[in-house]
């Protein structure tokens, strides 16, 4: 699995805004969001139980990372179509605008070393990458297991310090001198 210090990989994807399969679906590259700090999660299916949870989490918080120049995206290896399908058949799903990537050939899934080696499915995998494209922290979970949204934007809060920050430390707190 790639790690913090390694860059994320290129990429060009189709990406899910919305359920509309007119006017809902977007090429996105790495380019597609040059210079910004990115919050890149991947789950491992659509229309599953633990997923939604996470995504809806994650989509609560869509606006704090914008506040932070962070662009929040999500992905997994199923279909642009089940991704819009998904979110027009999931109550909790339909109003998010953030993008869901489709990487139904599995070469970013690959290339960032998440696939789940019995399922062929990514990992709960999460990614923050800085506006360099390398990545500053990556986590994953097993298959049955949630994460927490807002650790992750502590996190974030924390890597755009620039600072050391002791733990539990957060976004207002004091950080440490060397």
């Known amino acids: 699995m790639l790690t913090v210090g390694d860059k994320f990989p290129q990429f060009s994807l189709t990406a899910v ?5 007119e006017s809902g679906f977007h090429a996105v590259t790495n380019d597609s969001y040059k210079g910004k700090w990115k919050v890149v999660f991947f789950w491992p299916k659509d229309f599953t139980f633990v997923c939604p949870t996470e995504i809806v989490g994650f989509g609560k918080l869509d606006g704090e990372f914008k506040d932070r120049d962070a662009v929040l995206i999500g992905g997994s290896t199923d279909s642009e179509f089940v991704h819009a399908a998904w979110r027009k058949h999931h109550a909790d799903l339909t109003s998010l ?11 970013l899934s690959t290339e960032l070393g998440i696939l789940d080696k019995t399922e062929g499915v990514a990992l709960r ?45 957060t976004k207002g707190q004091d950080t440490l001198a060397a």
């Open 17 to 21: 805004t919305s359920s509309n399969i």
């Open 97 to 107: 605008t953030f993008p869901w990537l489709a990487d139904i050939k599995r070469e």
């Open 125 to 169: 995998a999460t990614f923050i990458v800085d506006p360099d494209d390398v990545i500053r922290y990556a986590a994953v979970n097993d298959l049955s297991v949630g994460r927490n949204p807002d650790e992750v934007l502590r996190t974030l809060d924390a890597l755009q310090t620039d600072e050391l920050c002791p733990c539990n430390w």
